[in-house]
């Protein structure tokens, strides 16, 4: 079981009866690309209830990092779900969550003393910076970037700006939140070329929002993907973020991470930051943290978090069982899988951009480790973006066995577990290959 094979028309027998049943009781706010019904997974091949198998590049978004119900991960889980299941780290304290926290201790890319905070979720980690960040400068502002997700809760939705739905309905928004336009080269806000650019695209942030809309030393926080993710996988040039540090630094300003999608050995290093040579004040992490299980985990310098007992707290935040479930992950990334993530990635890096050549469509493959976008566009000069033909090439990968995901408006994202082979990466782009030659694109 280490490749597709679709034996039924998609979706299966077994497949619609469950989405007709779901169509009647699950909130229709969730977005489902196509009709995959998962049943089972092992490595990075999953199986829909109608036997039909698929390679998966989307992993759960970006999730799964150790593939599907990896042997020891899961030996890990039912080792401590076997000794107890929850006791809450708010009031008493448990084991897997002190090593939890010195193992980021370890890791977090920057240096000094650190400390952290359990959530379940990227949207709780990012909760949890917001208010540490407002609670220990005693300022109010934040800023984030066009085209960021950090959450759909109502402090982390203030900050996202990736899709106008995400946010239609709910306002108004947070107070005292900005945006700034993020370092995408392909399409620079100003008008630059990569060779040229000098994180000019920061100037609006410096010379216009802290000039005439907010006060620098009303800002708590600047909030940023060291590589944007739901935006489309874009990667700044490291003048971005260089230029980005010297900035908060300058006004004493906390530097944010979101390290939800990127972090966790994706890129092929344990956080994508650590790829541009800069220190933040705090990461956030989640998604492929604990290999599937909830856990969110927001880690700071030791004298910025220094909020006293009450201050803020989760019951369910930290759970033995996804402490347990991601110190075998942490072990796991450490020993072989971030060194895969560079290896294959890289790999299919190559074998995308040699797709570029061939079809026109693709118009930017972008990306590091096993975080890659793919950008298509109707014409290379003007760059107009294709949509419905990122859509349908999606939904044709699906058709032939490849679950991947879009990203930004018109970007497909490669996001597979960890364990990817160079075998299964030939395979997923022989049929994006594939399902762009059928569309004559």
């Known amino acids: 079981m280490d490749k597709p094979s679709i034996k039924t028309p998609l979706p299966g027998p ?27 997974g092992t490595g990075a091949i999953v199986e829909d209830v109608d036997g039909n198998l698929f390679l998966d590049c989307a992993a759960g978004i970006a999730v799964n990092s150790t593939g599907h119900s990896h042997p020891e991960v899961v030996a890990a889980i039912i080792d401590q779900a076997q000794k107890f299941l929850h006791m809450s780290g708010t009031d008493f304290y448990y084991e897997p969550q002190v090593r939890l926290a010195e193992a980021f201790n370890e890791m977090a890319p920057f240096s000094g003393e650190k400390r952290s905070f359990f959530s379940n979720s990227g949207t709780e980690a990012n909760e949890a910076a917001i208010k540490l960040a407002r609670y220990v400068t005693k300022r109010y502002g934040m800023i984030a970037f066009l085209g960021s997700f950090h959450g759909r809760t109502l402090g982390s939705l203030a900050l996202t700006s990736s899709k106008a739905i995400q946010r239609r309905g709910f306002g108004p928004m947070q107070a005292g939140t900005f945006h700034a336009p993020y370092g995408n080269c392909y399409r620079c806000p100003v008008g630059l070329k990569p060779e040229s650019c000098q994180a000019e695209c920061l100037d609006f942030l410096e010379h216009q929002l802290l000039v005439h809309l907010i006060s620098p030393d009303e800002v708590a926080a600047v909030v940023v993907e060291p590589i ?61 943290v604990a290999s599937g299980l909830p856990l969110g985990v927001t880690t700071a310098r030791g004298e910025v978090m220094s909020w006293p007992p009450g201050s803020h707290a989760s019951t369910f935040g930290g759970n033995p069982v996804s402490c347990a479930a991601a110190l075998k992950t942490i072990e796991l990334l450490k020993n072989s899988l971030m060194r895969n993530a560079t290896e294959v990635g890289g790999f299919m890096f190559d074998r995308l951009r040699e797709l570029q050549q061939k079809h026109q469509i693709i118009g930017d493959v972008r990306g590091r480790g096993l975080m890659i976008g793919i950008e298509l566009v109707r014409d290379r000069v003007t760059k107009e973006r294709a949509t419905t033909e990122r859509d349908k090439i999606v939904d044709d990968c699906f058709k032939r066995g490849l679950l991947v995901l879009g990203a930004g408006k018109n970007a497909i994202r490669i996001s597979p577990p960890l364990v990817l082979s160079k075998a299964q990466a030939e395979t997923a782009v022989r049929i994006i290959d594939e399902a762009l030659a059928e569309n004559r694109l």
């Open 14 to 40: 077994k497949a619609r009866a469950i989405i007709e049943r779901d169509g009647k009781v699950v909130s229709p706010s969730y977005t489902r690309g196509y009709p995959f019904v998962m049943a089972r």
């Open 228 to 288: 944007q993710g739901e935006g489309g996988y874009v990667v700044p040039e490291p003048k971005f973020h260089h230029r980005l540090r010297e900035i908060t630094k300058k006004h004493g300003i906390l530097l944010i991470c979101d390290e939800v999608q990127s972090g966790m050995g994706r890129t092929g290093k344990m956080f994508a930051i650590e790829h541009f040579g800069v220190e933040p004040d705090m990461v956030t992490v989640a998604k492929g």
